[in-house]
């Protein structure tokens, strides 16, 4: 099976790649499309890891350049508490998209690993967008793993992110230092 992999950054993709590949996905290709990862410096450094990963592992990576911040902060600016929805929808729907355009039978996303992100939400959202391009979604719980591949990660050598990747996660992130300003 063709699969296309949404991938929001490299230690995302260390346990989701070993998993799919020991489940016998043996043709997955990496797709980046972060229009919510800011600033610009992070967005760089993010990628510039995933493409040095995806070169380590023999994994193909496409890259959709879309930076995105003008269409990401119009998107959410009214609803910040709110972003993810939009967050998911947008980059769920490129990856579908993309699938479906170029061949591939599915689609998932390293989102699934971590259990700091909606799961709910993006099952609902991922199917909606497998429907609307009629692609196949592939759905696994990665979650058992996210410290399992942020260790892989860290021996790899992996530039390790701070927050998810939107400045409203950065400032969470922050929280309780800006309180005590």
């Known amino acids: 099976m063709k699969l296309l992999l949404h991938t929001c950054c490299a230690p995302c993709s260390t346990y989701v790649v070993d998993k799919l590949r020991k489940d016998g996905f043996d043709d997955i290709t990496a797709y980046w ?8 410096t ?3 450094a993010r ?11 023999n994994m193909p ?3 959709n350049h879309n930076y995105g911040i003008r269409e990401f902060t119009k998107a959410v600016i009214d609803n910040i508490d709110g972003r993810c929805v939009f967050c998911y ?5 490129e990856t579908a998209k993309y699938a479906k355009e170029n061949g591939y039978d599915a689609f998932t996303t390293t989102l699934l690993v971590s259990p ?7 099952i609902a959202v991922a199917k909606k967008m497998a429907e609307k391009y009629g692609v196949e979604f592939v759905y696994q719980d ?11 990660a860290r021996d790899a050598g992996l530039y390790m992110q701070k927050y998810c ?3 409203y996660s950065e400032e969470d992130r922050y929280k309780k230092q800006i309180e005590k300003i």
Not at 89 to 93: A, D, I, K, P
Not at 142 to 152: D, L, N, P, V
């Open 116 to 122: 700091y992100q909606n799961h709910e939400l993006i």
């Open 47 to 57: 990628l510039d890891t995933l493409k040095m990963y995806a070169e380590m592992i």
């Open 42 to 44: 992070e967005y760089k």
């Open 61 to 63: 990576l496409v890259v």
């Open 89 to 93: 929808e947008s980059r769920l729907e």
């Open 142 to 152: 990665f979650r058992e793993g996210f410290r399992i591949g942020q260790q892989m």
């Open 165 to 167: 990747g939107c400045i």
């Open 33 to 40: 499309y972060n229009i919510n990862i800011h600033p610009f």
